[in-house]
């Protein structure tokens, strides 16, 4: 434990807080602010000369070092130096809480100087809570939020990276979008930046829910004896799931000649070999939680008949009667 006496001298060292000056006298000289990452070590540095008789480094109004007494409990902060030009100490492992006005006190021709030096503590961007992804209705109001730490405060920002709404959508850690739309969904982006290190970055992912839309159902040909395809698309979160009607009777795979496919936004129904019967006008329904729509396909006689006739036209026209294809005829 330090000797009462030298307790009399450094409450006397204590500073006043404002660096004290006195005529040409530049000592002590502390350096520059001191900016270490957290986790390191900060060495605080106090140039002295010989005229200078006694010396101490402070954290705010505590002693940490009288001369070469350590006052501080704290195993972290620890000295460099004693000497005549120089009076250093080394803080380990820096925390958040270390920055702060360190002083440099020094006692010189019995007049008390004082030199601040502060410490700054640099802390990468990190981010601390996020929302978790989510699914919404169309129509909807989500807010998303980003919260993140670093020294410096670090820069939020939001980003949509997929669907036709791209680009920055909001410098700031919470994101609203209200009556979101389908071209709304898909990942979001946070990025919190500061100078200190590679920024933070995570994902949210959106899911927006929207009833079934029916993109695609054209009327298809196909000749008897073939085979017919009836596609029918439609685009629904979650997927649509099909059904098929002719006329009030509902299709059932695998009967009848017919197979139902489904895949994705797309159901095809398949006729193995198409007959006359087959010749009609199909609905397809798209339904998801959300509700169902339909459309009406027509499955129509290709060139079946059409290009018989067609054929036997050109048969019975005169200049071709030699030709090879129509003996028989
Ligand atoms: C040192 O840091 C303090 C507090 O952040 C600031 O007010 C002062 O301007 C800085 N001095 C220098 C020389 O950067
Ligand atoms: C400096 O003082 C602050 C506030 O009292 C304290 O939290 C921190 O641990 C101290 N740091 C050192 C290195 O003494
Ligand atoms: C994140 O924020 C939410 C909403 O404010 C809160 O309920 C949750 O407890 C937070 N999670 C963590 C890990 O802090
Ligand atoms: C298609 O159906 C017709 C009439 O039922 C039949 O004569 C023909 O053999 C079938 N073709 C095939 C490839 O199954
Ligand atoms: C097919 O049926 C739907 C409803 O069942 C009807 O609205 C539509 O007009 C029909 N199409 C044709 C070409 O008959
Ligand atoms: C098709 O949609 C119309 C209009 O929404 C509806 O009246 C009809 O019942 C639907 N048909 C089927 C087979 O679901």
New binding site residues.
């Given amino acids: 434990a330090p000797h009462p006496g030298a307790w009399r001298a450094l409450l006397f060292l204590v500073p006043a807080g404002v660096p004290v000056r006195s005529g040409d006298a530049t000592f002590p000289k502390a350096m520059d602010n001191v900016t270490v990452r957290q986790g390191e070590s900060a060495t605080l540095r106090c140039t002295v000369d010989d005229r200078v008789t006694r010396v101490a480094w402070l954290n705010r109004s505590t002693i940490l070092y009288a001369g070469n007494d350590k006052w501080s409990i704290d195993n972290r902060v620890v000295i460099l130096s004693n000497t005549n030009t120089q009076y250093s100490i080394r803080i380990h492992n820096v925390d958040v809480y270390d920055e702060g006005p360190y002083t440099c006190s020094v006692q010189t021709d019995n007049h008390p100087k004082t030199s601040r030096v502060h410490l700054i503590v640099q802390v990468p961007p990190q981010i601390?809570?996020?929302s978790s992804d989510i699914t919404v209705n169309e129509g909807s109001s989500v807010t998303l939020?980003c919260?993140a730490f670093g020294r410096p405060e670090p820069t939020v920002t939001w980003r949509h990276l997929s669907g036709k709404g791209r680009g920055f959508v909001s410098e700031d850690e919470y994101l609203e979008i209200s009556g979101i739309t389908r071209d709304q969904s898909g990942e979001y982006e946070c990025s919190a930046v500061n100078d200190v290190a590679a920024p933070d970055i995570r994902k949210v992912k959106v899911t927006v829910n929207y009833p079934p839309y029916i993109s695609n159902a054209k009327n298809t040909g196909a000749s008897v004896g073939q085979k017919g395809i009836l596609r029918c698309e439609a685009s629904a979160v979650p997927v649509a799931e099909f059904q098929w009607f002719k006329e009030e009777i509902r299709l059932a795979n695998g009967l009848d000649g017919v197979r139902i496919e489904n895949k994705g936004r797309m159901s095809t129904l398949t006729f193995f070999n198409v007959s006359e019967k087959d010749y009609g006008n199909y609905t397809c329904v798209a339904t998801n939680k959300l509700g169902n729509t339909n459309a009406s396909i027509i499955l129509y006689g290709r060139y079946g008949r059409m290009s018989l006739c067609f054929v036997r036209m050109l048969c019975h026209a005169p200049a071709l009667r030699l030709n090879l294809a129509c003996r028989g005829m």
């Fill in positions: 601390i809570n996020i939020m919260l």
